[in-house]
């Protein structure tokens, strides 16, 4: 019988009540990777035996804490990261990103690209993502299987839009986009995946019909299936919105009215929602991926976290990739607090987020914004062990230790100046997946 792997040192993570918890000299007992016990390493040690237990040791410059988890990413758009941000949204996906995509229909080719973004997150320390796909279903089949080749967890959607898109890259009907997205969903499902599952995802209400969006939301409820979708991320979108539903109240009408809005709905953006949207959203029970590195990139606007966390929103963070450049969560945190703290600038009455609030939006907010906080998200008796090893003192490390640096010092010097080299072990359902042999991210000729 296989040991218990118990893990002795210091972990990090997140819970109801704490948005950062530091738990020092305990164990964590992880079997058939799932968590079996969280406790005081004194109490461990009455009972630590060697036939069941496993011990692993973590120095005093190493900590555990839970994989993060990118709640809003488009896989398809990683050729385009770091480049393109020129243009304001409309212009932007009209200029790059739907010439892009529309090269997904080459198979070979979304191969090649959903390896290295896959690969990329992994290495920086997503365990979980909620990743967008493109219209073409056999990209989308077989973005799921690289993810499951690379022991990732995460949702994936068959990108639907049938609207005020570009000829080139458009579906032809509300007919067709529905019947591959159900045939999409099944065959995922019908593959039995252990941690990949499917989303629907109507790309935003403007390249989609009313008549899409209420087959889409029926499907959603049919197979109780999660839903991603982007809302209010520009001024210009959202007053395009009102002109093309003038019968809705609002932009987030527009998707209720067609029961898209669920406690497993995930809104991108949402920036410049209402009050009135906003408490719609959290008697729904839905949430919001917060976006801070593409708010700023394309100049979209500035989200405030800290309100909707006060309203009781479950918010999560989101790389969004492209329009965001960087397909690190570390840098999503970061540039949260960078966003907030603009906030403060402009009305010194507003209480800035700090390093606490952004760790729990990566982690254990993430899994509650995609719903899988049964699941995964903190160190909690029950739950998967999907974690990060974190070393500060590892070979090329570019945090520098200090005698009087508190155990938190080193979770904030973490976030502000670790990089993936920091990352040592990437666990998913107990298993450092960086140690899977996978074909090359770059095949040779």
């Not at 058939?32 to 004194?42: D, P, R, S, Y």
Request: net charge negative; proline share 4%.
């Amino acid at each position: 019988m296989a040991k218990t792997q118990v893990y002795c040192g210091m972990f990090v993570h997140s819970t109801k009540k704490d948005y950062m918890r530091i738990l020092q000299n305990h164990a964590i007992g992880v079997k058939e990777g799932k968590i079996v016990f969280v406790e005081e390493m004194i109490k461990f040690q009455l009972k630590a035996n060697e036939k069941e237990h496993e011990v692993i040791k973590l120095n005093n410059n190493e900590f555990l804490m839970p994989g993060m988890i990118d709640t809003h990413i488009h896989a398809p758009q990683y050729p385009n990261a770091g480049k393109g941000l020129d243009q304001g949204l409309l212009e932007w996906l009209n200029k790059y990103t739907f010439p892009t995509e529309a090269k997904f229909k080459e198979l070979e080719f979304a191969k090649n690209t959903y390896r290295k973004i896959v690969r990329r997150t992994l290495e920086n320390g997503t365990t979980t993502a909620s990743y967008y796909g493109t219209i073409h279903i056999d990209a989308c089949l077989a973005l799921c299987d690289i993810i499951e080749e690379n022991g990732q967890r995460a949702l994936v959607g068959k990108v639907n839009m049938n609207a005020n898109s570009p000829d080139y890259y458009i579906e032809e009907s509300v007919d067709v986009s529905v019947s591959e997205t159900k045939k999409f969903v099944d065959e995922v499902l019908q593959k039995k995946y252990p941690r990949v599952l499917p989303i629907i995802t109507p790309r935003f209400a403007i390249s989609c019909s009313q008549q899409l969006m209420d087959a889409l939301g029926l499907l959603a409820i049919e197979k109780d299936l999660p839903v991603q979708t982007h809302i209010s991320e520009t001024e210009d979108e959202c007053e395009m919105v009102g002109k093309l539903y003038p019968e809705c109240e609002d932009y987030l009408d527009v998707y209720d009215k067609a029961g898209l809005i669920r406690n497993k709905t995930v809104l991108g953006h949402g920036i410049y929602l209402s009050d009135k949207e906003r408490k719609k959203i959290k008697q729904k029970g839905a949430s919001i991926s917060h976006c801070p590195n593409s708010n700023l990139s394309i100049r979209s606007g500035i989200f405030n976290a800290r309100q909707c966390l006060s309203e009781g929103i479950k918010v999560g963070l989101g790389t969004d990739v492209s329009g965001g450049y960087s397909p690190s969560m570390m840098d999503a945190m970061r540039t949260a607090i960078h966003v907030s703290n603009m906030l403060t600038i402009k009305d010194r009455t507003h209480k800035p987020i700090t390093h606490r609030e952004v760790f729990m939006m990566a982690t254990y907010g993430g899994s509650q914004a995609l719903a899988i906080d049964h699941l995964v998200g903190n160190f909690e008796v029950g739950k998967e062990f999907d974690a990060l090893l974190v070393s500060l003192d590892c070979p090329g490390s570019q945090v520098d230790i200090f005698d009087d640096d508190t155990p938190e010092d080193l979770v904030q010097k973490f976030i502000f100046l670790g990089d993936n080299r920091n990352i040592q072990k990437v666990f998913v359902n107990g298993e450092d997946v960086l140690q899977r042999k996978v074909p090359d991210v770059c095949p040779k000729a």
